[in-house]
């Protein structure tokens, strides 16, 4: 119910932008977020928006990435710009349902040096 795309294969400075399609059953009134997972870490919250536009970031991405959400296309947006190597990882589209984070199909994002 948690589709994410986007990921690829960018250079340090690039930028990238996911998407995750949810149904809408499971995303109108709902905080849906991002986390991302790089090999040998622990998984971590990268950015979180509430049904009502509020968001909160962890401070290694203030400034440079941006999420958001489209209520009309039940889809919510990672906007990963001056991307650097320590942002590669798996990144997973999530959404919290009656205080439980329920995570998708990850999608790589790898950034060259």
């Known amino acids: 119910q948690l589709q994410a795309s986007g990921g690829g294969l960018v250079q340090a400075g690039g930028s990238l932008r996911l998407s995750c399609a949810a149904s809408r059953s499971i995303f109108s009134a709902n905080r849906m977020g991002w986390y991302r997972q790089a090999p040998g870490k622990q998984r971590e919250l990268v950015a979180g928006i509430t049904s009502g536009g509020s968001t909160d970031y962890v401070d290694s991405v203030k400034g440079r990435f941006t999420i958001s959400r489209d209520n009309a296309k039940n889809t919510v947006y990672l906007q990963m710009n001056s991307l650097t190597p320590e942002d590669t990882a798996v990144y997973y589209c999530?959404?919290?349902?009656?205080?439980?984070?329920?995570w998708g199909k990850g999608t790589l994002v790898t950034v060259s040096s």
């Open positions: 999530s959404v919290t349902l009656y205080g439980i984070i329920y």
